[in-house]
């Protein structure tokens, strides 16, 4: 299925050198547009990006597993304008334009739950097109996984992350059928499911 170009409004942002625009706000955040490949295309504004129809664009999205075989799970801050006051998986966004996936998804581990990965491998790529009912949003993703270990206990920035869980697969199937996640979370899960069972071995029931 072709990928519609974003309208140059979308794509072309006058932003000053320190990163400034000229009326004095903060830069946009920027995403990078990708065709069906995975090829960058351009670039469009976040929030643009996200609006129906949606735009195609790279995504991340990050599983890690403490020592027991438990996924840290991350429930999204109510303040989000997408997808807020939802459990997800332990970590997803956006790389910066020209920034690599695996780079982006520790940055971002760190930014949103104050940890660092153990060990960070990739587990491969998912294409999908995710409507979010509530805000009206589409999620059209050409997402980077990412499997981990995290030794630490998560210190997460509130503006980002409203609670965290460690959880057993059984457990989160409990979970997943009494609270609401985010659109893509099964998604995501079962693409990264191989990578899973290879990092936490057939007793983790993964």
Sequence with gaps: MPTTPAPA?????????????PSGDPAPIMLELVDEDGTTIGTAEKLAAHRAPGLLHRAFSVFLFDGSGR??????????????GVWSNTCCGHPYP???????????????LGVSPALLAEAGTVRYNHPDPAS??????FNHLFVGLVRTEPRPDPEEVGDTAFVTAAELDERHAEAPF????????????PAIRELTGPSGGW
Excluded: C
């Design 9 to 21: 409004a979308q794509i072309s942002q006058e932003i000053a050198p320190n990163g400034v625009q």
């Design 71 to 84: 996924l840290l799970l991350q429930r999204r801050a109510l303040g989000k304008y997408h997808s807020p």
């Design 98 to 112: 020209g920034e690599a996936p695996f780079a982006a998804a520790a940055r971002r581990t760190f930014e949103e």
């Design 136 to 141: 009206g949003l589409v999620e059209q993703e």
């Design 182 to 193: 985010s659109a893509w979370f099964m998604t995501v899960l079962d693409a990264a499911r």
